[in-house]
């Protein structure tokens, strides 16, 4: 089992990486819940430090408007989405 992470600079690749786990290890059903966050936690180091400065362009409040924002930002673009929410999210507050 691997996993990899890219890290675009605009649409050049700046930096590959990748994470192995052999298939044929009988630890690999046994993982410890550490293990399991190790790559986790290299590839958020990576990203903080490839991207220090980033910010999240979708407006939101709470848990529940910051998740729809972000499933109608796989559809369009952030400013339209922040065009559409605003009066969404002040018509309906709860799910």
Known sequence: MSICVEIYDKHRC????????SMTSP??????HL???????????MLNRTYPDTTLALNFTNPLELLIALILAAQCTDILVNQVT?????KYRTA
């Open 14 to 21: 700046i930096r590959h990486t990748c994470f192995f786990k």
């Open 27 to 32: 630890s690999l059903t046994q993982e410890t």
């Open 35 to 45: 293990e399991k966050k190790q790559p986790i936690a290299m590839i958020i180091r």
């Open 86 to 90: 605003a009066p969404l999210f002040e």
